[in-house]
């Protein structure tokens, strides 16, 4: 089955500057890569996701990059602030299968 | 709309009872997924099922945990003779198709086995 990567497991930056996280995924037929913020106590929620179609995709302040050939896709986020602060989840799947977390980056962003 | 529900919110058994936990996906979602978060980890996949079908019963952690789905509607997940490691809260999504959409998720079921 997929499996999914993911580094940093902790993040902290300054309020204002970027962030970056990046998964590796072992399935090259994954084509689908989403990623979930989940807050303290709260469930996970999708905050942008990619198809193996496309190489970025971009929503505001936060965006998505994937590489095929490497198999790696990563999470931008600019100009943080202290509402980003979260757990962050990158997925993938093959789209006949199930889906696949990474183990999660907990990102601090301080004011 | 409504999104997925999932009862109860909390559960607090005693070690070696049985306990079932549900989960109501949003309507017309093909596919349901059942996942387990313990305090401060990832998300550790445990069975999906497409329509009432449940392809992989691998993820399951041992042979007490059971799942079924049916009507593609309602699913149950059924953990026998709990044990304190079993205490989590247990995630349930379900997305339009399988795979290639979003997972939606219900706000989970914190079981606690004492």
């Known amino acids: 089955g997929e499996n999914v990567e993911q580094h940093p497991s902790t993040l902290s930056v300054q309020e204002g500057d970027s962030a970056v996280i990046k998964c590796t995924y072992s399935d090259s037929a994954s084509n689908y890569f989403p990623w979930y913020k989940q807050e303290l106590g709260k469930r996970p929620q999708l905050i942008i996701d990619i198809r193996s179609n496309v190489g970025e995709k971009k929503d505001q302040r936060i965006a998505v990059t994937l590489n095929k050939t490497a198999k790696h896709f990563s999470l931008h986020i600019t100009e943080t602030q202290p509402e980003d602060s979260a757990v962050y989840f990158c997925?993938?799947?093959?789209?006949?299968?199930?889906?696949?977390f990474g183990a999660g980056t907990r990102l601090t962003v301080k004011p | 709309g409504a999104g997925v529900s999932q009862s109860p919110s909390n559960k607090v058994t005693e070690k070696g009872k049985d306990v079932e936990l549900r989960c109501d996906p949003i309507s017309g979602h093909t596919a349901l997924y059942w996942y387990r978060q313990r305090l401060g980890q990832g998300l550790e996949f445990l069975i999906y099922?497409?329509?009432?079908?449940?392809?992989?019963k691998s993820g399951l952690p041992s042979d007490r945990f059971s799942a079924e789905r049916t009507g593609e509607s309602v699913s149950t997940l059924t953990i026998q003779r709990t044990q304190q490691e079993d205490s989590a809260v247990y995630l349930c999504a379900s997305s339009y198709i399988l795979g290639n959409s979003p997972l939606h998720f219900g706000n989970g079921t914190r079981l606690t086995v004492t």
């Open positions: 099922f497409q329509g009432n079908s449940a392809p992989d």
């Open positions: 997925a993938a799947t093959a789209g006949d299968n199930d889906m696949r």
